[in-house]
């Protein structure tokens, strides 16, 4: 007896001809598709008489072709700014990759400052930055040239998609440094994550002022925030280590005195514990999207 054909290989009557399949890529990369959703494009072509296929098959033949994701700006011609791929990169010790943005603070009356910020991913240590009126190139390049004269260059430096971000001086700087670039997918603030919790957490902070004095004022202001963020605070994805704990090597010995102290607090009290307590571990590789595609590998 022959073993039963496949379901995937069956011929089915009704599925859609070669032609008809080919067709549906071509319409989803059309201009005046761009920025819609699959759902928006299909019943947009449908009014158009351009198909006849169902929405569901639509869309199945749309997520084959890799075209279900931001589709933005990709023509069928070939040229345009294609979507581009998710970025994955890794953060196994500090120094493998930094990532940096920039922000907006309040200053007097309608003065915006711009706070440009540069963070080691692995320890969350801010490495450097930069507090102006606007985004100076020359500036940023500068910025990065000491940072890279105290730490050494990282493997990657990841960021947004931002005019400085992508200017070509800035990129042959960090490229003359051996540097990768590495960028996140337009409007997609999850591929740069690390940057925006500390955004959050420096705009969140107690003691941040609504509205800064002055330039100098929010220079002295961001100095100290930094300084104290680095070595007193415990930050929960590092363990509770502080992230200079992490960057410069010491945690090793917080987690040992940590564990030195909660041995001492079992010995003399057992009964206040279910088990020997264990101190937080040291914190592991991380990255930018690492986790997902971690998850993806263990269910492909």
């Known amino acids: 007896m022959a073993d039963p054909v496949p379901q995937a290989q069956r011929h089915q009557p009704a599925a859609l001809s070669e032609r008809e399949r080919a067709l549906i890529p071509q319409i989803l990369c059309r201009q005046e598709y761009a920025d819609q959703s699959v759902r928006q494009t299909y019943w947009r072509s449908f009014d158009a008489d351009l198909i006849d296929c169902s929405e569901s098959t639509f869309y199945r033949v749309a997520r084959k072709a890799g075209l279900v994701g931001d589709r933005r700006r990709l023509r069928a011609d070939g040229g345009g700014q294609r979507p581009r791929r998710k970025p994955i990169v890794a953060a196994g010790a500090p120094g493998q990759l930094w990532s940096w943005d920039v922000t907006e603070l309040r200053g007097p009356g309608q003065q915006r400052y711009k706070l440009a910020l540069v963070i080691d991913v692995f320890s969350r240590y801010p490495v450097c930055w930069h507090v102006d009126h606007g985004e100076d190139r020359r500036e940023i390049i500068a910025m990065f040239a000491q940072a890279f004269a105290l730490f050494g260059e990282p493997d990657v430096v990841h960021s947004d998609n931002g005019p400085v971000m992508r200017s070509h001086e800035l990129v042959k700087a960090l490229l003359d440094q051996g540097v990768t670039p590495s960028y ?115 269910t492909a």
């Open 184 to 298: 996140s997918r337009p409007r997609v603030s999850d591929d740069n994550p690390f940057s925006e919790s500390l955004f959050k957490t420096i705009k969140y902070d107690l003691a941040c002022p609504q509205r800064f004095d002055s330039l100098e004022h929010t220079r002295t202001w961001v100095a100290a925030f930094m300084h104290r963020y680095a070595n007193d605070h415990r930050h929960s994805g590092l363990g509770h280590y502080t992230p200079a704990a992490v960057f410069h090597g010491t945690a090793q010995h917080d987690h040992a005195h940590r564990q030195q102290r909660l041995d001492q607090a079992y010995a003399q009290h057992p009964e206040r514990f279910r088990k020997p307590p264990k101190a937080s571990a040291l914190p592991g590789p991380t990255g930018i999207n690492t986790k997902t595609q971690a998850a993806l590998s263990q």
